[in-house]
Nanobody, 120 residues
């Protein structure tokens, strides 16, 4: 099992920045990738970005955020990060991190989510 705990959400004005953290514990040796998702109130969960875990870290992004969001990691801390710049009211959502283990085709482990609210 892998446990994930997100932090760093909050209220920010449009144009501001936040950095989300996702701390992993448990059987972290299983992890091959970490992803970030968000779900606005009443909306669907959307994949935002991912980073490979066992190498230097190859990042990928959905087009709508790739110029504003940056995913990174610190394997020594078993933590992934999502730096979000130039935030917009449409970015308001609950943000989740998720871990994909080697023996599973998708994201098996999920954090509890952290609320990000962007005011206009």
């Amino acid at each position: 099992q892998v446990q994930l705990v997100e932090s760093g959400g909050g209220l920010v004005q449009a144009g501001g920045s936040l950095r989300l953290s996702c701390a992993a514990s448990g059987r972290t040796s299983e992890i091959v990738a970490m992803g970030w998702f968000r779900q606005p109130a009443g909306g669907s969960r959307e994949w935002l970005a991912a980073i490979t875990w066992t190498d230097s870290g190859t990042a990928s992004y959905v087009n709508s955020v790739k110029d504003r969001f940056t995913v990174s990691k610190d394997n020594t801390k078993n933590t992934a990060y999502l730096q979000m710049n130039n935030l917009k009211p449409d970015d308001t959502a609950v943000y989740y991190c998720a871990a994909r283990p080697l023996t599973f085709a998708g994201y098996k482990y999920w954090g509890q989510g952290t609320q990000v609210t962007v005011s206009s």
